[in-house]
């Protein structure tokens, strides 16, 4: 079976998912057609040359960045049914946080959360990358932390930078755009 033609679209504000794109392109070169486009240049893609489509950005208090523009193209695109729809998210909780599936199944209806394929990847954070108002967001956040009785764990990695990203956690991603 020929394998099939990939496109994934990112939205990375502070590069997690940009990291995570480029590690899912080169995990899928030998083999694989895949073309890697940021989302500063959608406006370029010509989505009906793709049987499988892959968005990723990160959780932005609970939303998926970019995931509203993503999910208007895609419903341009239901005539060809076999165009396979996957996103992952990115973000600072680690994969098996309680959290992950609950926020992210809030961003799709119950019909998109059966027909699109979603993977959740650990991310981190980045201050120095940060633009004001993810910082002063942040601020308000760490200020409401210090008021509720979430451990000192929670308090201690949002206080500063880090990065949980991790190759393996691509590997059912690739396999999934692998599989036609
Ligand atoms: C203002 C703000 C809000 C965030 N909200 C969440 C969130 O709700 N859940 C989460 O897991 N991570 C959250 N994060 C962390 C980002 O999702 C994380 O850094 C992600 O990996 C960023 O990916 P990007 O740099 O590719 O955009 C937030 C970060 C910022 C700055």
Redesign the pocket.
């Known amino acids: 079976m020929a394998d099939s033609k990939v496109l994934i679209v990112?939205?990375?504000?502070?590069?997690?998912?940009?990291?995570?794109a480029e590690w899912i392109g080169e995990s899928l070169s030998s083999g694989t057609s895949c073309d890697l486009v940021p989302y500063e240049k959608r406006t370029k893609i010509q989505f009906g040359q793709y049987d499988t489509i892959l968005f990723?950005?990160?959780?932005?208090?609970?939303?998926i960045?970019g995931l509203k523009w993503f999910k208007a193209q895609i419903n341009e695109l239901t005539a060809k049914s076999s165009i396979r729809i996957g996103v992952f998210?990115?973000?600072?909780?680690p994969s098996d946080?309680p959290?992950?599936e609950p926020?992210m199944r809030k961003n799709f209806t119950q019909q998109e959360w059966e027909t699109i394929r979603t993977f959740y990847l650990?991310?981190?954070?980045?201050y120095e990358?940060?633009g004001i108002?993810?910082?002063l967001?942040?601020a308000v956040?760490r200020a409401m932390l210090k008021k509720t009785d979430v451990d000192d764990q929670m308090r201690q990695m949002v206080a500063q930078s880090f990065d949980i990203?991790s190759k393996e956690a691509i590997t059912l991603v690739v396999e999934w755009c692998r599989t036609k």
């Open positions: 990112y939205y990375s504000k502070t590069g997690f998912a940009k990291k995570y990723g950005g990160g959780f932005h208090a609970g939303q960045n998210v990115t973000g600072a909780m946080a959290d992950v926020t650990p991310g981190g954070l980045c990358k940060m108002g993810d910082k967001m942040m956040f990203t």
